[in-house]
Each structure stands twice: as C-alpha cells, then as structure tokens.
C-alpha cells in the first residue's frame, strides 16, 4: 500500500495546463498559482508578507497614483507584451505628473481555458519590466472568468509615486507661446499592433516602443522644474493627445509636419494600410509642453537620455478660441490635426 | 520612398502654384470637379487648396465608392452577415471602408459585429478566398466594392474560385463605373441646363485610369466640351492637373491630357480589363446615393459565375432605403451643395456620430473638410 | 478612391506572387494583373495587387514639368 507523501503537492503543469475556474476561487489551486507564479516572479519584501495589502511608508510630497486597465490583443507583439505594457503604461502614467514612480499593484482577470504557459510567460515579462524600472509590484488580485467571457486575460495595474512640491505638471498649464516636444519617433506601438491583425501583416517587423519612462521624466523636470505639460501619446496617438492638451489648457497648437519623426518603415506600412502616424498609439514616447525660452535645455535633457534620441521640437501652443490643432503640411498648405472619430481603421479608398 | 517623396516636394508645388498664379484669368472663376475621392482626401490632407489662387475652386465629386453605397446595399450586407439559415454560419469579409456606414435602424457593420455577426475586415479580395479555403465549414461572402481599380483583385479571385469548386465562397458585388458617374453628373439639370454647379473641367481619376487608360474620357471632352487631366495620386501631381486645366480652358480646349503619364496610357491595363470582362457584365441601373438610379454603371457576376454571385445563392429584397431627410450627401456627391450647406454638418453629424456616408468615408467630401479643413470656416 | 501605392519588387514568387518593398517594409503581392515584371521594377500596389509598373522615363519627365523644364504634356 503507497504511502501518502506528508507536505508533497504535485507542482503546477506551466507547459500544458490551462486556467481552470479553482484557480480563482480563493482556496488551495489558487493559493497554489499565486506561489508559484505570482509570488515567485515578482518577489519582493512586501509580497513575502503574503498579506491580502502591502503597508508602505509614506513619501514626503505629494502622492500621485494612476490606474490602467490592459486588454491589448494580440497579447504577445514584436517589442513587448501585456505584461511589460501593463508595468510601462502605468509606471508613465505616474511619471506623466513628473513624479517618481513607486509601487505597482497588478490584478488579473483569467479566462478559463488560458493556457498557463502564456500566463508565466506574461508574469515573468512583467515581474523583468518592473525590476528594471525599480517599481515592485507589491500587491495583487487574480479573478478567473468563465470560457468566452474574457479575452485571454485582461491586466489592471495601479501605480503610487511622489511628486515634489514646486513641480506643476498638468494638462491645463499650455500657454501661448509654449514650446511642444516629441521625445522620439511617433506611431510605432499602433502601428506593430495593426500589422499582427489578420490579413494585414507584413513580412518585415515592426516593433512596438514599450518602454518605462520614469527615467526620462526625471532627467527633464531636473533640467527644467517648471515643464508644463508631460503626457504619453497611448491610445489616439499624438494627435489626440495634443487635442486633449489644447482642450483643458484652452488654446490651440501649430504644428511642422516635417517636424515630427516617424520611422521609415512606420510611415511606409501606414502608407500600404491608408493609416495616418499622427494617430497611432505609442507605449515609450512622450509630449513635453514648455515656455518657448525653456526648449533648448528641455531637448537637450531629453536628447541625452537612451530614450529621448530622437527628440524633437514639432511646434507651439497659439491664441485660439477654437482650440484647434493646425499643421503646416511638408506640401507646404495648411490642415487640421483632428481628435480621432473611434479606432482608425485601414482603408483601401 | 521613391516615387512618394518627391511628388509631394514643398520647393516644386510652390513653383506649380507660382505658374498656375501667373496663368489664371482674375476676371473669372474657375471651378474643377476632382472625380476621384483620393484626390479629395489629398487635397484636404496636404492644404492643396492653400496654394491655389482665390479663383480656382474645386468642386467634389462622387468618386468615393463608400460614399455612393446606397443605405439599402449595406443593409443587404447586414442581412447576410447575420443571416442563420444556411447550412453553414456566414463570415462576412469586407475592406474596413464599409464598417462604419450608417445603414438601417442605427446599424453598421460594426454594430452587427459587436452583436456577434462574424464579420472579418481584409487588406485584399485574397484574403477572403484564403479564409474561405481554410474555413470549410464556413459560408464566406466577400463585400466587394469600388471602382474599376479594385474590381480586377475581384474578378481573379471569382476565376480563382472557380477553378478551385470552392463551394462556400461568394461575392456581393458593388462594384460602380467611373465614366457612368462622370456622364450622369454632365447631364444632370444642374450642369446641363440651371447653371448651378459650374464645372470647367475635370482632374481624372489616377488609379481608376491606370485600369480603363486614358481614351474613355476623350468622349466627355469631345461631347461636353470640357477638359479632363487624368492625375497622379501625389498632391504634386494634382497641382499639376490644375495648371494644365486652367490652361486648357483660357486657351479654349477641351482634350484628355494625361498627367500621370508615369502609370497610365491610352489603352491601360489590357490584361486586367479582359478579366473583369469575363467575370462580370453591366447591369441595366444601379441606384447610387445622391444621384439616384443610374444605367448602366455598375457591375455583377456573369451566369457563367453565378454560383459565386451572393445575391443569387442568397435571395433578398432590395429596398431603396432614403436617406436621412437633413442628409444633403445627395447633393454634395454631385456637387450641388457643399459640407458647411449642410444644416446637420459639424453638430449631428460628425466622423464620430455620423449621419450620411459622405462623413464616414475619410476621402468623402464631409469627412475631408470636417478633419482637415474646419478650421477655415471657423475662422 | 483606390489608395495605391509604388513599391518595389525585390523577389518574383511562384504562383505570379511577388515580394515588395516600400522603405523597408516587405510585403507579399499578387503579379496576376500585369505582365512582364522583374526585380528592381516599381508596381503600383493596390489591396494586394500590382496593377501596373511604374514608368521610370515618364516618371522622370513628369517631375521636369514640375520643376517647369519640360513643355506643359500634350493629349495622351
């Protein structure tokens, strides 16, 4: 007669196994997933506490938080993923305020019938994205879903950080005059995204942009405190971006086409789609709004980062009681920067 | 990238516009219709229009096959993306233009996709053959719209399929001739006899051209007496067109000059146009959006291909469905009226609400002047 | 209508396929509606499909009347 093994639990099958509803349910399979996953990908002091909540001190200044929900499909693209994009997006969010990010939560929503291999596969991008940002991952939730009510797995992270006193940074602070900054080339999430749906591909790849921004941010905010606006062009891209800008801050933008960088091959695969640059997604750029005297040092702080390369200054903020976002087109004619109506479709007309 | 970059060069449209400064009459307008909806998209995208003197205007025509699609051809597509009473369940493919145009009832394709209608956008007719060969147990319909530049794709595709006996693979054919449109618009009452749309010549279509070539058009410059400059794709070559127009008509001329002599000639693609006429024959009339019914001006599948003929496989009533009483689409495709005409222009209907398919389609002449061009009539 | 664009052909494919490049980005296009096309030609793409070769010579001819070199081009 075989012994029962005392303390012996047969290791989750990461290779083959699928979510199942058990993993959701607060009791042993769940337990289990979060140890052997979660706990062991994100490690940290506060996660080894193994509370339902993670106690932090509180920083001196002004605390700023964020919250992003991802459902990107595909899951897995040339550059990144959904995990690393959750960590990033986030963590810019935070750093948008011009503070420091600090702490990361992550809650999961698992359709059942996920494959486990691609849950790890995701965690671990995430628990990578967050080491290398220095942003821990302290605190967490994991729901499973019925099969066909969730797409895979749908990702919430919520970022904390601190913001000194004297930094303003806000959508609303664009004044006439100011100077509008790109810190690299636009388009390139949207546009690697676009080009993994079905039918659309191309042979060459085109990788998206993810990356944390935190870096940047402070590397700008140190050489110029009174920045006025920061924002990552995410969804809509930079052209609803700037629209948004102008919309709280009241007044409009001029913009030099030629101005703007985008990556040959961005611009070549928008040409084949019929798809505009301006309006699709990034996941490591950022707009920076300053006073027109502030721009040479802001570029050159950006420009010195690994992630600001290819900054650039793309325009100005105007008087403009339609708050309307122009562009002096490379043609040489003038056109309007629109906000977008719903997700930019390819086109063949 | 070649062939791109240097027809859209600032330094040589100042030059065409410096030229066209020069040539124009200041004691007369001149008011030249752009066929071809991306035309419309690249004069509103690259400010064409701020390089032209005050008294050359361009008037926009109907050449934007999403915006001639009358509303019933959309429910039609509807119907048979949300059809259940087949054998197999239908996958509905079409290029993603379609997917927003208002149709019945406050629905779109979009909105029957979100209700769970399969349907799939796709870059190329290929693409719907593919889904239809991999997906056996799947009754695949291919939305087929456009001019003559996207009909050829569907006629290869239709003898692809034929060749292959693909059983679940059909096409709903809306596919809409240029020349018909162009004679339409010169016989309509207000060209022809009330004087009320002006047009002293036409910029050709570039794509549609390099397809039927250069010689239909010659028939409306013999028998309207009007210019035609077929154009390349590229605003350079527009602002070309331009100045060979206007110099047409102050020298009194009425020819077929080809502009995008680079990709078109007299003839045009002989290979491709033989294909179509095979595949596919006239129809008596084909109701367009805004100019009504009109002969002769739209295509469907021969009978030697009718098993791949949508509407046969699948029999369905063809409502002529109005357009919203405010809509002036109707007008504006012809001419008639433009965008700011309209009294629902900017506030009902916008790109993100919009109303009538002129504001759907990016190169519709709504949608054009409403994200590029707003900002001149605001002001 | 009709977005198209000039790409060129870098590699003839079986089944009247072609690889085309546009600034680096490759894509698998259909030869089926021209004739006669190598390696190095431009095509015009559209939804797939090269429907015609580019020109060089006209090409180069039509950026001269551009520049306002060349006489203004006569009937086709």
């Given at each position: 007669?075989?012994e029962?093994r005392?303390g012996?639990?047969?290791p989750?099958d990461?290779?083959?196994g699928?979510v199942?509803?058990?993993?959701?349910?607060?009791g042993?399979?769940?337990a289990q997933?979060?140890?052997?996953?979660f706990l062991?990908?994100?490690d940290?002091e506060w996660?080894r506490?193994?509370n339902?909540?993670?106690?932090v001190?509180v920083?001196?200044?002004?605390?700023?938080v964020?919250?992003?929900?991802?459902v990107?499909?595909?899951?897995f693209f040339?550059?990144?993923?959904i995990?690393?994009?959750s960590?990033?997006g986030?963590?810019?969010d935070?750093?948008m305020a011009g503070?420091r990010?600090?702490y990361?939560?992550s809650?999961?929503?698992?359709?059942?019938?996920f494959?486990?291999?691609?849950l790890?596969?995701?965690v671990?991008s995430?628990?990578?994205?967050?080491r290398?940002?220095?942003?821990?991952?302290?605190?967490?939730?994991?729901?499973?879903?019925?099969?066909?009510k969730g797409?895979?797995?749908?990702i919430n992270?919520?970022?904390?950080?601190v913001?000194p006193?004297?930094?303003?940074?806000?959508?609303?602070?664009a004044?006439p005059?100011?100077?509008?900054l790109?810190?690299?080339?636009m388009?390139?999430?949207g546009v690697?995204?676009?080009s993994?749906?079905e039918?659309?591909?191309?042979e060459?790849?085109i990788?998206s942009?993810t990356?944390?921004?935190?870096?940047?941010?402070?590397?700008m905010?140190g050489a110029?405190?009174s920045?006025h606006?920061?924002r990552?062009p995410t969804r809509g891209?930079?052209?609803?971006?700037l629209n948004?800008?102008?919309?709280?801050?009241?007044?409009g933008m001029r913009?030099?086409?030629?101005?703007?960088?985008?990556?040959?091959?961005v611009?070549?695969?928008?040409?084949?789609?019929?798809?505009?640059p301006l309006y699709?997604?990034n996941?490591?750029?950022?707009?920076?709004?300053?006073?027109?005297q502030?721009a040479?040092a802001?570029?050159g702080?950006?420009?010195?980062?690994p992630?600001?390369?290819?900054?650039?200054k793309?325009g100005?903020?105007?008087e403009d009681p339609h708050?309307?976002v122009?562009m002096?087109?490379?043609?040489?004619?003038?056109r309007?920067v629109d906000?977008?109506?719903?997700?930019?479709?390819?086109?063949?007309c | 990238?070649?062939?791109?970059?240097?027809?859209?060069?600032?330094?040589?449209?100042?030059?065409?516009?410096?030229?066209?400064?020069?040539?124009?009459?200041?004691?007369r307008t001149?008011?030249?219709?752009?066929?071809?909806?991306?035309?419309?998209h690249?004069?509103?995208r690259?400010?064409?229009?701020?390089l032209l003197?005050?008294n050359v205007v361009?008037v926009?025509?109907?050449?934007c096959?999403v915006c001639?699609?009358?509303?019933?051809r959309i429910d039609?597509?509807i119907?048979?993306?949300?059809?259940?009473?087949?054998?197999?369940?239908v996958?509905?493919?079409?290029y993603?233009?379609t997917?927003?145009?208002?149709a019945s009832?406050?629905m779109?394709?979009?909105k029957?996709?979100?209700?769970?209608?399969d349907?799939?956008m796709?870059y190329?007719?290929a693409?719907a053959?593919r889904i239809a060969?991999d997906?056996?147990g799947r009754?695949?319909v291919?939305?087929a719209?456009g001019?003559?530049t996207?009909t050829?794709p569907?006629?290869?595709?239709?003898r692809?399929?034929?060749?292959?006996g693909?059983p679940?693979?059909?096409?709903?054919c809306?596919?809409?001739?240029?020349?018909?449109?162009?004679?339409?618009?010169?016989e309509?009452p207000e060209?022809r006899?009330?004087g009320?749309?002006v047009?002293?010549?036409?910029?050709?279509?570039a794509?549609?051209?390099?397809?039927?070539g250069?010689?239909?058009?010659e028939?409306?410059?013999e028998e309207?007496?009007?210019?035609?400059v077929i154009?390349?794709?590229?605003?350079?070559d527009?602002?070309q067109?331009i100045?060979m127009?206007?110099?047409q008509?102050?020298e009194?001329?009425?020819?077929v000059e080809?502009?995008?002599?680079?990709a078109?000639?007299?003839e045009?693609n002989?290979?491709a146009?033989?294909?179509v006429a095979?595949?596919?024959?006239?129809?008596r009339?084909f109701?367009w959006?805004?100019?009504?019914?009109?002969?002769?001006s739209?295509?469907?599948?021969?009978?030697a291909?009718a098993?791949?003929?949508?509407?046969r496989?699948?029999p369905?009533?063809?409502k002529?469905?109005p357009d919203n009483?405010?809509?002036?689409?109707g007008a504006?495709?012809?001419?008639?009226k433009?965008p700011t005409?309209?009294?629902v222009f900017?506030?009902?209907?916008?790109p993100?609400t919009?109303?009538?398919?002129?504001?759907?389609s990016?190169?519709?002449?709504?949608?054009?002047h409403?994200t590029y061009?707003r900002?001149?009539?605001?002001? | 209508m009709?977005?198209a664009?000039p790409?060129k052909?870098?590699?003839l494919?079986e089944?009247?396929?072609a690889l085309?490049d546009?600034a680096?980005?490759r894509?698998?296009i259909?030869l089926?509606?021209v004739?006669?096309?190598?390696p190095?030609?431009?095509?015009?793409v559209?939804v797939?499909?090269?429907?015609?070769?580019v020109?060089?010579e006209?090409?180069r001819?039509?950026?001269?009347?551009?520049a306002g070199?060349?006489?203004?081009e006569g009937?086709?």
């Amino acid at each position: 007669m075989s012994e029962v093994r005392k303390g012996y639990v047969r290791p989750i099958d990461f290779k083959r196994g699928l979510v199942d509803m058990s993993h959701g349910s607060g009791g042993r399979a769940m337990a289990q997933l979060i140890d052997e996953l979660f706990l062991e990908a994100f490690d940290n002091e506060w996660l080894r506490e193994m509370n339902d909540q993670a106690r932090v001190p509180v920083p001196a200044g002004r605390l700023v938080v964020a919250t992003d929900s991802h459902v990107v499909s595909p899951l897995f693209f040339p550059g990144g993923d959904i995990g690393c994009l959750s960590v990033h997006g986030t963590v810019n969010d935070v750093a948008m305020a011009g503070a420091r990010p600090l702490y990361l939560t992550s809650g999961f929503i698992l359709e059942e019938g996920f494959p486990l291999a691609d849950l790890r596969r995701i965690v671990e991008s995430m628990a990578a994205a967050a080491r290398e940002a220095g942003v821990p991952i302290v605190t967490g939730d994991t729901k499973v879903v019925e099969k066909g009510k969730g797409d895979g797995v749908f990702i919430n992270t919520t970022g904390v950080g601190v913001v000194p006193e004297g930094v303003e940074v806000s959508g609303d602070r664009a004044r006439p005059g100011d100077a509008i900054l790109v810190s690299g080339t636009m388009g390139d999430h949207g546009v690697a995204i676009m080009s993994l749906r079905e039918n659309l591909s191309f042979e060459t790849t085109i990788r998206s942009d993810t990356a944390a921004l935190h870096g940047l941010v402070a590397a700008m905010v140190g050489a110029v405190p009174s920045v006025h606006c920061l924002r990552d062009p995410t969804r809509g891209g930079l052209a609803t971006t700037l629209n948004e800008i102008a919309r709280q801050s009241r007044c409009g933008m001029r913009l030099e086409e030629t101005a703007i960088p985008v990556r040959p091959e961005v611009a070549a695969a928008c040409e084949l789609l019929g798809l505009d640059p301006l309006y699709c997604a990034n996941e490591g750029k950022l707009i920076a709004i300053c006073a027109a005297q502030d721009a040479s040092a802001l570029l050159g702080a950006m420009r010195g980062h690994p992630l600001g390369r290819d900054a650039a200054k793309i325009g100005e903020v105007v008087e403009d009681p339609h708050h309307f976002v122009q562009m002096r087109t490379g043609f040489g004619g003038s056109r309007m920067v629109d906000w977008l109506a719903g997700e930019q479709l390819p086109r063949i007309c | 990238m070649k062939y791109v970059d240097e027809f859209r060069d600032g330094t040589l449209a100042r030059a065409i516009a410096a030229r066209i400064a020069k040539a124009v009459d200041p004691g007369r307008t001149y008011h030249f219709m752009e066929f071809c909806g991306g035309h419309t998209h690249a004069i509103s995208r690259y400010g064409v229009q701020d390089l032209l003197p005050g008294n050359v205007v361009m008037v926009h025509g109907p050449g934007c096959p999403v915006c001639v699609l009358p509303i019933g051809r959309i429910d039609m597509a509807i119907e048979l993306a949300t059809r259940a009473d087949g054998d197999r369940p239908v996958t509905l493919c079409t290029y993603a233009d379609t997917m927003r145009v208002p149709a019945s009832n406050g629905m779109s394709l979009m909105k029957a996709k979100a209700k769970g209608a399969d349907i799939r956008m796709v870059y190329s007719a290929a693409d719907a053959l593919r889904i239809a060969r991999d997906e056996p147990g799947r009754e695949v319909v291919f939305f087929a719209i456009g001019f003559e530049t996207t009909t050829p794709p569907t006629a290869l595709v239709v003898r692809e399929a034929a060749a292959l006996g693909l059983p679940n693979f059909t096409v709903f054919c809306n596919h809409v001739l240029t020349p018909a449109a162009i004679s339409h618009i010169l016989e309509s009452p207000e060209v022809r006899s009330l004087g009320t749309v002006v047009i002293d010549g036409f910029v050709g279509p570039a794509h549609v051209s390099t397809i039927i070539g250069s010689q239909p058009y010659e028939y409306f410059a013999e028998e309207y007496r009007k210019p035609v400059v077929i154009a390349g794709f590229e605003p350079l070559d527009v602002l070309q067109a331009i100045e060979m127009l206007v110099r047409q008509v102050n020298e009194g001329r009425a020819e077929v000059e080809n502009e995008f002599s680079r990709a078109v000639t007299r003839e045009g693609n002989a290979r491709a146009k033989a294909l179509v006429a095979d595949v596919f024959e006239l129809r008596r009339d084909f109701e367009w959006r805004g100019l009504g019914r009109v002969p002769y001006s739209a295509l469907r599948l021969k009978e030697a291909y009718a098993t791949f003929d949508a509407e046969r496989r699948f029999p369905m009533s063809e409502k002529s469905v109005p357009d919203n009483k405010a809509c002036e689409c109707g007008a504006i495709l012809r001419g008639v009226k433009k965008p700011t005409d309209c009294k629902v222009f900017g506030t009902v209907c916008t790109p993100e609400t919009p109303i009538g398919s002129c504001m759907v389609s990016s190169e519709g002449a709504c949608a054009a002047h409403y994200t590029y061009g707003r900002y001149r009539s605001a002001a | 209508m009709c977005l198209a664009i000039p790409a060129k052909v870098v590699e003839l494919r079986e089944g009247e396929q072609a690889l085309i490049d546009l600034a680096g980005v490759r894509k698998e296009i259909s030869l089926a509606l021209v004739e006669d096309v190598r390696p190095g030609d431009y095509v015009i793409v559209h939804v797939g499909y090269a429907l015609q070769k580019v020109d060089p010579e006209e090409a180069r001819k039509t950026l001269e009347l551009f520049a306002g070199l060349a006489a203004a081009e006569g009937a086709a």
